[in-house]
């Protein structure tokens, strides 16, 4: 009788927890674990979307929110996920900067008053803070390539300077550091206890917020490194096209995109309507106050929850920042129609996938070298390799975004080897072009590192029309 009691214990025990963890999965308390539901393309083809809190239809605030990626609790990631007989060879990591200053500022109205220097206690926190703070300290002269080696190791001022990392800023790569140590350092070993200087490649442009961004990232991959052992090459461009940048076709899709960009302003009355309003209450004409970019200086406020600004006209608002935040959305459904980026996107980004592409099959070969790589960058770099890669659905990318290629050695077969892509934590690998059929034509779990380089050496230029072709004639052939 004591045995069967408790067994009807237990038994409504289990009940109760089984209820419990559905109750929370269905407020969102603990994120559903299912790839393939947070990658539905049924719901609305967004990478990254969430059916229990998404609005039905694209919502600007609601972007603007996903956008800011205000530090939280630690989110939920498919990185480093792989069948048991997979072994993890290669990381590269590409990431935009953190939370940053505006760039540009409304005209005759009152800076933003947001303090950069980094307080420990102050939110947002993160328990590294302070031991970054000092490890900080301690890189002072340390011998980066240059300009590099000129800029300030963290953000240091009362009131930030234009485009300068934030507090925020920080703690977001200081967690996106935490998440990667967890999954590529004590679960799959990439680096070994005494890695070495040629293990790691950085790189960084020669913005603070960058070079910042990615040293953030670095403690908290690699808590107190050996400044010895770390060394960030600089790129002059943006793109990170190194000794390839000079690209006369890809600057002129860039010019007919940005005429798209102009001409579709042109075409949104209310848009016009509200930079007129908007100019009235600055006392500025609406042209000057259109190009000084009044969203860049609104999205800082709506993501430090500070009030819009106001003059003796009246202040700026939601209203004005919806309207604004509508047409950039806007702008990009109608970029990913006309193709004219998409075309920009392959002949930029073909550089910087081709030297991944370069490093991954050098270490598929059996170098040990640069297994572990980072570049810090900005929305202009990420978003073309997103574009390049197929990935049209992907959102634009938030302050602090991922973008991760890992290369995994097959243990049954070990001259195979695979890639998988991640976008924020979600894998995105048969969302790209190059392996998008390839689980419909194969058994195999991973998409074949062959389809990768396949991709970048032939099928991006192929697909400009140009012909197998070299880059450099891809760039010169008159496609207009």
Known sequence: MLFRNRFLLLLALAAL???????????????LSSSKNAMSSKSRKRILSDPATEPPVLDPIYEALLYCNTPSVAERSMEGHAPHHFKLVSVHVFIRHGDRYPLYLIPKTK??????????????YH??????????SKGSGTAFESPLHALPLYPNHALCE?????QTGIVQHLQNGQLLRDIYLKKHRLLPDDWTAPQLYLESTGKSRTLQSALALLYAFLPDFDWKKVYFRHQPSALFCSGSCYCPLRNQYLEREQRRQYLLRLQNPKLEATFEEMARVVDVPAKQLRAANPVDSMLCHFCHNLSFPCTRHGCLDAGHFR????????????????????????????????DTAGRMQRIAAGTREELFALYSAHDVTLSPVLSALGLVEARFPRFAARLVLELWQDREEPREHSVRVLYNGADVTFHTSF????????????????????????????SLGSGKVTYHEACHREGF
């Open 17 to 31: 927890l089984a209820f419990v963890s559905l109750s929370l999965q269905f407020f969102h308390l603990i994120p």
């Open 111 to 124: 800076r933003p008053e947001i303090d950069c220097t980094l307080v420990a206690n102050r939110k947002p």
């Open 127 to 136: 328990p590294k803070m302070e031991a970054f703070i000092t490890h900080m």
């Open 162 to 166: 234009m485009g300068e990392l934030t």
């Open 323 to 354: 309207v604004l935040r509508a047409h950039q959305m806007q702008d990009e459904r109608d970029r990913k129609e006309k193709q004219l980026y998409q075309a920009y996107a392959l002949l930029g980004a073909h550089p910087l996938l081709n």
């Open 435 to 462: 392996c998008r059929d390839h689980h419909q034509r194969s058994a195999k779990p991973m998409c074949p590192l062959e389809n990768f380089l396949r991709f970048v050496r032939r099928d991006m230029l192929e």
